[in-house]
């Protein structure tokens, strides 16, 4: 079974933004740093129990205030591990990686 990271469309949003994030795959770097919210840790959980391969490093930086216009989904198999946290539609980038990183 492999992983999977997806977005569905949400309204408009506007969240403040304190921590900035790296996701790694076996130990290396396949995307980031973004700038993400402190929820992300959520999306860190489901990702790395989904896959412990995955991991979510989530470090503080200076407040910044964003909007989100989508929503990310983590599930392995039939399990879902993360419904439809509130997001940026960026991060189609970490969905591809995430896709990316299992076909190797």
Same mark, same amino acid.
């Given at each position: 079974?492999?992983?999977?990271?997806?977005? #569905?469309?949400?309204?408009?949003? =506007?969240?403040?933004?304190?921590?900035?994030?790296?996701?790694?795959?076996?130990?290396? $770097?396949?995307?980031?740093?973004?700038?993400?919210? &402190? @929820?992300?840790t959520q999306l860190r959980d489901a *990702?790395?129990?989904? &896959?412990?391969?995955? @991991? *979510?490093?989530?470090? &503080?930086?200076?407040?910044?205030?964003?909007?989100?216009?989508?929503? $990310?989904?983590?599930?392995?198999? #039939?399990? =879902?591990y993360l419904d439809k946290?509130?997001?940026? &539609? @960026?991060?189609?980038? *970490?969905?591809?990686?995430?896709? #990316?990183? %299992? %076909? %190797?």
């Amino acid at each position: 079974m492999s992983t999977r990271a997806w977005l #569905d469309p949400k309204e408009h949003s =506007v969240e403040g933004h304190t921590m900035q994030c790296i996701l790694t795959f076996n130990g290396n $770097i396949i995307w980031g740093p973004k700038s993400c919210h &402190d @929820n992300t840790t959520q999306l860190r959980d489901a *990702l790395n129990k989904a &896959d412990p391969r995955f @991991n *979510l490093i989530l470090m &503080d930086k200076p407040k910044t205030v964003e909007g989100h216009t989508a929503y $990310i989904s983590v599930s392995n198999g #039939d399990h =879902v591990y993360l419904d439809k946290l509130s997001t940026h &539609d @960026n991060m189609t980038e *970490l969905c591809k990686a995430v896709y #990316d990183a %299992q %076909q %190797q």
